[in-house]
């Protein structure tokens, strides 16, 4: 909560929620939900068992050992390159 709570974290989610659910109360609603888990666990399933071109997102597959969390953190080194 106290990361949702930052102006800037609220800002950049919000932008991709409906219009009027962009509080921090709805947006830690929305990631505890369990359709919004049910997909973390498939995204994160797709990542490990190699499912996923990640060459299509600018990604080397062979520099990181993938979850959701490292998949992020690597498209975001991808776009600082």
Request: hydrophobic share 40%; glycine share 4%.
């Amino acid at each position: 909560m106290p990361l949702l709570e930052m102006l800037p974290v609220q800002e950049r989610l919000s932008s991709h929620l409906p219009e009027g659910h962009c509080r921090a109360e709805d947006i830690l609603e929305l990631l505890q939900s369990p359709p919004f888990r049910q997909q973390v666990d498939a995204f994160t399933y797709v990542l490990r068992t190699g499912q996923i071109d990640l060459t299509q997102f600018g990604i080397d597959p062979s520099k990181y050992k993938f979850t959701v969390v490292s998949f992020l953190e690597a498209l975001e080194d991808s776009g600082r390159a």
